[in-house]
């Protein structure tokens, strides 16, 4: 279930990328797998 909301909170995200920039902040790696899958343009930044 936490996975189908991540995927709409994603998809959400990438219509408020049409308007302004976004900014999410997370460790978990498998956030920003989804975020690749449901916005093919997302720009991914790793701080080491």
Same mark, same amino acid.
């Given at each position: 279930m936490?996975? $189908? %909301?991540?995927?709409?909170?994603? %998809?959400?995200?990438?219509?408020?990328?049409?308007?302004?920039?976004v900014?999410? $902040?997370? !460790?978990?790696? !498998? $956030?920003?797998? +989804?975020?690749?899958? +449901? +916005?093919?343009?997302?720009?991914? !930044?790793?701080?080491?």
């Amino acid at each position: 279930m936490a996975h $189908l %909301r991540s995927e709409e909170v994603f %998809r959400l995200f990438g219509e408020m990328a049409n308007v302004g920039q976004v900014i999410y $902040l997370t !460790h978990e790696q !498998h $956030l920003c797998d +989804i975020a690749k899958a +449901i +916005i093919p343009n997302v720009a991914i !930044h790793e701080l080491g």
